[in-house]
């Protein structure tokens, strides 16, 4: 790696994104190690805080914007970011920094939340800058709108945040709705921002190498159109829903369902016509791992349509947690991960293959254990051994992160390569 890193390029920003992501590695080690040492010194739902919030925006948010600023900018990876934007970026790492180290050491108070006041504000200059470059961008139509209701989305969740903090600030304890508020969030965030985020990246990558949109326009808003009736899927269990409502959410999961196959359908297509389209082996594994975890989660979601089991998957922890890694850690990192990959923000050298499938082992060995843990609780036993194997999974992800960082800063630029037997 060049000793004159100056965080200017989309290269540099992006290595500085896969530190975030090393950080939000080790904090669930932290957690996992509380569970079997005492670690006085920390306190776990202070860690479960800064964890989750930096994962949020240091990690998934900052790498999301990286790559929609290069699509809007038309930059290559190497080329020095527009000024606004890196001025953008280095707020929401700073902000993203402090709410960590804030979180981490006071948990839910001043500093704390002034931090995650400073996040959402960035997000909102993030949106007005990118939109109005979105406005004057090439980019295809069909695309166009699923970034748009990304970054919609984005500012949208923020309601959620701000209902929160109004509820603790009036000292209004009901949890249904303080929990009704963080599915807000998470929701816009997960099934939103990330989601279609991360959807506009594809079908932009797709456009660019297959040479036209595999999506129409009237498939986008179709697909933006289920985000908002899909909310109600994770507060099902609030009373007094009308019968009409279900009719709507098992039109949404159906619909949702459709379109994701057709997307599909429309890719394997297209990847038969033009070899523009193949993916190195670590790639291809990494988002066929993605495009699994995509249909799980629309069988997940297609089962919590049943009141009785929403209320009770949504009202149990272990399986809530489950849930937001399988979308957050195998559907939008993997798929970050491999993005970077495809696009050179990351380098694709010999021997990445180690970091990348010791990743996916510790990852998968995390999703089981917290799966056995669900079914577990649901069946009233307790399986053994479960915290010391997630303990082994954070300490695969984390050193398997550590690898391909390494790989990025020591290769050599003579051993690049983008081979399929890689």
């Excluded at 595999?214 to 007094?240: D, E, N």
């Excluded at 949702?256 to 297209?270: D, R, T, V």
Aim: aromatic share 16%; net charge positive.
């Amino acid at each position: 790696m060049s000793a004159t890193l100056k965080f200017n390029s989309a290269k540099d920003w992006t290595l500085l994104t896969m530190f975030s992501f090393l950080i939000v590695g080790i904090y669930g080690l932290l957690m996992r190690l509380k569970f079997l040492f005492p670690l006085p010194f920390l306190d776990q739902k202070n860690l479960m805080h800064a964890h989750s919030h930096f994962a949020f925006s240091g990690w998934v948010s900052q790498a999301i914007m990286i790559f929609l600023i290069l699509i809007v900018t038309g930059n290559n990876m190497e080329k020095s970011l527009p000024k606004a934007y890196r001025n953008i970026l280095l707020a929401n790492f700073l902000a993203s920094l402090g709410m960590l180290i804030s979180f981490t050491i006071t948990g839910y108070a001043f500093l704390s939340i002034t931090f995650s006041s400073l996040v959402v504000l960035v997000s909102y200059w993030f949106a007005i800058v990118l939109w109005q470059d979105l406005n004057r961008s090439s980019v295809p139509n069909a695309i166009l709108i699923l970034i748009k209701a990304a970054v919609i989305y984005n500012v949208l969740s923020s309601i959620g945040t701000f209902a929160l903090v109004y509820l603790k600030v009036t000292h209004q304890l009901d949890p249904l709705k303080q929990l009704a508020s963080v599915y807000f969030y998470l929701h816009f965030q997960y099934n939103g921002w990330f989601f279609f985020g991360c959807f506009g990246l594809l079908n932009h990558w797709i456009f660019k190498k297959f040479g036209q949109s595999i999506i129409s326009p009237r498939f986008s808003w179709l697909y933006i159109s289920t985000v908002v009736p899909a909310y109600f899927l994770s507060v099902l269990w609030w009373k007094g829903f009308p019968n009409w409502l279900y009719g709507l959410l098992l039109l949404t999961v159906l619909v949702q369902i459709f379109l994701w196959a057709k997307f599909l359908i429309k890719f394997f297509a297209a990847k038969k016509k033009t070899d523009a389209l193949q993916l190195s082996k670590v790639v291809f594994i990494l988002w066929s791992c993605v495009a699994f975890a995509v249909c799980i989660k629309l069988i997940l979601q297609a089962i919590s349509i049943i009141p009785a089991l929403s209320q009770l998957v949504y009202g149990f922890r272990p399986i809530v947690i489950a849930y937001l890694h399988l979308v957050l850690l195998v559907i939008i990192s993997l798929f970050l991960l491999g993005y970077a990959f495809n696009s050179q923000a990351l380098k694709m050298n010999k021997g990445i293959g180690v970091g990348v499938y010791g990743l996916l082992l510790g990852i998968f060995l995390n999703e089981f254990v917290l799966m056995i843990q669900g079914i577990g609780g649901l069946m009233r036993h307790s399986f053994q051994r479960t915290h010391e194997t997630l303990g082994i999974a954070a300490i695969i992800i984390v050193i398997s992160i550590c690898l391909i960082i390494h790989k990025q800063i020591f290769c050599s630029p003579k051993t690049e390569s983008v081979e399929k037997s890689e």
